[in-house]
């Protein structure tokens, strides 16, 4: 008997990956949002409607990437909304979070955040939310950002990269916190602090080893210290973002024994890539902090499974391929980040594939606490009635080479050129909207900007 709910369209599959299991399901969607859930494959419908069948693909929540560099206005030509989102939808993301650098200006205040959002309307083919940034200064400006939407807030503990960006010192940090109490916002460290490093064994700026001993694991231990006793004396939602060192582990792990409201990310480029396998010369492997050992990495994969890390994402931060300096292969001067928006899924995947990890396991890790962390929980993030009809559809047994013709994001350097990866995108859609379908893109940009609610709980 055909239905008689006046549905827009249906996702339709043998593998659904819904909160409770996975199994045949068919999803019905209605003006962009979940309007009802069947399990089984066997509902008839009325005659026209486009029905999605998926078959033994897998259809699960879109990708949350809650870190991500845009670098629009100001930086375009590092990395603009047009091939930012395109790749995400290319990668089965279906809402992107733009941290506040490196754009110009830095996403500090109202006026910024405005400038931000006027600049990536009618740019975007997935959904887009925005960090704003904390630094010395403009803690006046925090409360009138959270009022218009900002999911959260960014601080460096060291030196940002960029100098319109600046990094906040301990006292600045007391002022900021301060400023949170009360609200429901969130604070994004960059944890590492200035260390003395003592004598390298390592000097050539050409070798990996240099660069590597001269961001050591005991910047981010002391900067993780400092974030957990902040966190414990004002109280306000803190997040580590990208952990390499695992080292800091233990300190995690007491803050979150004490209750503490303390979440912590790393990133693919850190459960993916090691130390020992970087070439001489091959700065598009440098980041900050930095990629290091098969050791600490293994640590990673344990507290990740552990729960002592929530959730996975890319750090996508690009740059023109002058700025990482390839010609003269100088690790100490290139521009440090890794550029991988588009092949998140896919390396998780590809590494989760070798250690027993299931479908389930990245949906929570890079869905599920990713939307939550960015106020979008309500939303995003999990196939239920009610939430945006965000999916992807892929297939965990394809494979595919990264190569630079696939490449979406504006600056095709990325450490994983030449790289074999699993798990294939076949379609992307956003609130029901197709806009990604085996290498074609939506013929408009199709995704909104997403400001997060003051009264939300997540």
């Known amino acids: 008997m055909a239905s008689q709910v006046n549905f827009d369209k249906v996702v339709r599959g043998k593998r659904v990956v819904l909160p409770d299991e ?7 969607i209605k003006d962009g949002v979940i309007a009802e859930i069947r ?57 992107i979070v733009d941290m ?60 940002s990269g960029v100098d319109e960006f600046r990094h906040v010192t301990e006292p600045d940090l007391h002022t900021a916190m301060q400023a949170l109490q009360g609200t429901n916002s969130v604070l994004l ?22 660069f590597l001993q001269s961001r050591p694991k005991s910047m981010e231990n002391h900067a993780i210290q400092l974030v957990s006793d902040m966190c414990q004396q004002y109280g306000v939602r803190c997040h580590i973002v990208h952990l390499s060192s695992a080292e800091a582990l233990p300190i995690i792990r007491a803050a979150k024994q004490r209750g503490l409201p303390l979440t912590v990310e790393t990133c693919h480029h850190y459960l993916t890539l090691c130390a020992e396998d970087i070439p001489d010369r091959a700065t598009q492997f440098k980041c900050c902090p930095p990629v290091r050992e098969r050791n600490n990495q293994e640590q990673l994969w344990d507290a990740l499974k552990a729960g002592d890390i929530d959730m ?24 440090g980040g890794v550029a991988s928006v588009q092949f998140g899924l896919s390396l998780f995947w590809t590494n989760a594939a070798q250690r027993n990890l299931t479908v389930r396991d990245l949906v929570n890790w890079m869905c599920v606490t990713t939307s939550d962390l960015c106020g979008m929980g309500h939303r995003k993030g999990s196939l239920q009635v009610g939430k945006d009809a965000d999916l ?64 939300s709980a997540k």
């Open 39 to 95: 399990k089984g494959n066997n509902s008839s419908f009325e005659a026209g409607l486009e029905v999605i069948d998926a078959g033994d693909l897998y259809v699960m929540p879109g990708v949350v990437d809650s870190h991500v560099h845009v670098n629009e206005p100001g930086r375009t030509e590092w990395e603009g909304y047009v091939t930012a989102t395109r790749a995400a939808a290319a990668g089965g993301i279906t809402t």
């Open 189 to 210: 460290f960059h944890a590492e602090v200035d260390q003395p490093i003592g004598a390298q064994t390592s000097t050539s700026p050409q070798v990996y080893e240099t």
């Open 100 to 159: 506040p650098l490196n754009s110009i200006p830095s996403t500090t205040t109202l006026d910024a955040f405005q400038t931000k959002m006027d600049t990536a309307r009618d740019k975007l083919y997935v959904d887009v939310a925005f960090w704003g940034g904390v630094v010395p200064g403009n803690q006046g400006e925090l409360q009138a950002m959270i009022a218009a939407g900002i999911s959260g807030f960014k601080c460096f503990l060291i030196h």
């Open 312 to 335: 996975v994402v890319s750090d996508h931060s690009p740059c023109t391929a002058d700025l990482k300096l390839l010609d003269t292969g100088d690790f100490v001067a290139a521009w």
């Open 392 to 455: 992807v559809i892929w297939d965990p047994d394809g494979s595919f080479t990264v190569t630079e013709d696939i490449i979406q994001h504006k600056n095709k350097v990325t450490p994983y050129l030449g790289k074999v990866l699993k798990g294939v995108v076949h379609r992307t859609l956003v609130r029901g909207n197709t806009v990604y379908r085996n290498g074609t893109f939506s013929s408009q940009p199709m995704g909104a900007i997403l400001l997060k609610p003051i009264t």
């Open 22 to 28: 996975i199994c045949p399901a068919e999803i019905c």
